[in-house]
């Protein structure tokens, strides 16, 4: 069984101020994707990346990247000079094929990432 | 914009009552999702359909049915509903070509007194 683990629950920054987000994960398989969500405090769900197993390149999208890295598991989520905009909580996800050319996705619990002002 | 709405948005009702939420998507998307999400709990899978008529349980399938009659609408139905599945529950569709993504609905939030 994969499984996904978030070991922050709660985050709190200060405005301006770098902050990683861990994400640990577990999976038999050789191929699988992971990927990053932001849940804003309006409730939706926002894709923020996906990451095959076989791309450990990091990647920087503006304020925000990623360290892949399948030697400890982990895939985590770093916020560079945080912004009160960045309050969410976030969810880190692993992708397995399940058969019928489905993939299922086990999210982790979240971490709450709150930026004080 | 992944084209995907659910109704109904916000829902309240009585034990032992049946519920179906609807999830709606324009985009012709082949597989579709049920999940729900709970404090402590991330998001969790219900159901899951890779085309009509064809569906597959997921992890927290107990209490829930689901349909697919047209490509377009996924239905979950509650045929009795209990105050466990308080919840809000979210919509998905896989993205389209070698895409692996899922994209959300909104979410509709329930609430079972």
């Known amino acids: 069984a994969q499984k996904v683990t978030q070991a922050q629950t709660e985050i709190s920054v200060v405005e301006k101020e770098d902050v990683t987000l861990d994400c640990v994960y577990e999976t038999r398989d050789t191929t699988y994707y992971l990927f990053w969500y932001k849940q804003p405090p309006s409730g939706e769900l926002v894709f923020l990346i996906r990451?095959?197993?076989?791309?450990?390149q990091n990647e920087i999208s503006g304020r925000y990247s990623w360290n892949f890295q399948k030697s400890t598991s982990s895939f985590n989520f770093t916020i560079t000079a945080s912004q009160v905009v960045d309050s969410a909580v976030y969810f880190c996800?692993?992708?397995?094929?399940?058969?019928?050319?489905?993939?299922?996705?086990?999210f982790g619990k979240g971490t709450k990432l709150s930026v004080i002002p | 914009d992944a084209g995907i709405t659910q109704s109904p948005r916000h829902k309240v009702t009585e034990t032992g009552t049946p519920v179906t939420l609807r999830c709606h998507q324009t985009e012709n998307h082949r597989y579709m999702y049920w999940y729900r999400q709970d404090p402590g709990h991330g998001l969790r899978l219900i159901h899951y359909?890779?085309?009509?008529?064809?569906?597959d349980k997921g992890e927290v399938s107990d209490g829930y049915s689901v349909s697919r009659s047209k490509t377009e609408d996924f239905l979950l139905t509650l045929e009795s509903a209990t105050s466990s599945q308080t919840s809000v529950y979210f919509c998905a569709i896989r993205g389209g070509g070698s895409q692996e993504t899922q994209y959300f609905g909104p979410g509709t939030r329930l609430l079972v007194l």
């Open positions: 359909s890779y085309g009509v008529k064809d569906t």
């Open positions: 990451r095959n197993s076989f791309d450990e």
């Open positions: 996800a692993l992708s397995e094929y399940s058969g019928a050319g489905s993939y299922q996705l086990t």
